[in-house]
């Protein structure tokens, strides 16, 4: 059964502040990584998907990374609008999404 | 990317109804997946509805509980029968981008309250 650990569970950030959250997985012939964002009362929005190990995506002040273990999703210099919850799914060989708890980011201005 | 349609947005209900979500996208796709986000956890897979075939359902949810309704390539119903206040959670529909690309693509969500 493929998992996905996400941590931390919350991050609380100062305005600027840069930080990485970090999601370890194991997946039965990975296809894919997502990285979502989800705001309170709304579904989750589509970040970036990465492939294979070494592969690294960018998006404005966030960037995510793939390694055989984990994936990291790197906040630069973030701003209060970045606050939101951060979901990480793993596409096994099966085709399923498996997702894991999420981390909350909290920026303060 | 792929946009979608979700509602009712939020309801409360009586325990021992139903209620019927409905999603419809704006473009045909073959799988359109549901999925219960449960107050402070993550997304779990419902079931997975193919457009002329049956609903393929996850460990621990059933048909008769959830049963799903796929007419056509943009539009698909899930159901919830017979509710208890466990049944309140957040639910969402989604399909994976035709386009490609853009990984999968979530309606907004339901927010159920069993009351």
């Known amino acids: 059964e493929d998992q996905v650990t996400q941590s931390p569970e919350a991050l609380r950030l100062q305005e600027g502040e840069s930080s990485s959250l970090n999601c370890s997985y194991t997946v039965s012939g990975l296809r894919g990584l997502f990285w979502y964002r989800q705001d309170p009362g709304k579904g989750p929005e589509f970040l970036f998907t990465?492939?294979?190990a070494g592969e690294e995506k960018e998006k404005e002040r966030l960037k995510a990374t793939l390694t055989k273990k984990e994936s990291f999703l790197h906040i630069t210099a973030p701003k209060p609008e970045d606050s939101a919850t951060y979901l990480c799914a793993v596409q096994g060989d099966d085709y399923k999404l498996s997702f894991g708890a999420g981390t909350t980011v909290t920026v303060r201005a | 990317s792929a946009v979608i349609s979700q509602k009712p947005s939020r309801d409360i209900c009586q325990r021992g109804t139903s209620l019927t979500i409905q999603c419809q996208v704006d473009?045909?796709?073959?799988?359109m997946f549901w999925y219960r986000q449960q107050p402070g956890q993550s997304l779990t897979l419902i079931a997975t509805?193919?457009?002329?075939?049956?609903?393929?359902?996850e460990s621990g949810f059933v048909i008769d509980k959830f049963p799903i309704s796929r007419p056509n390539l943009t539009f698909s119903t899930l159901t919830v029968s017979n509710m208890s206040p466990e049944d309140s959670s957040i639910y969402l529909c989604s399909v994976e981008d035709p386009g490609g690309g853009y990984g999968y693509t979530f309606g907004s969500g339901t927010r159920l309250t069993v009351v």
């Open positions: 509805a193919n457009q002329g075939s049956e609903a393929t359902y």
């Open positions: 473009s045909q796709v073959t799988m």
């Open positions: 990465l492939y294979s």
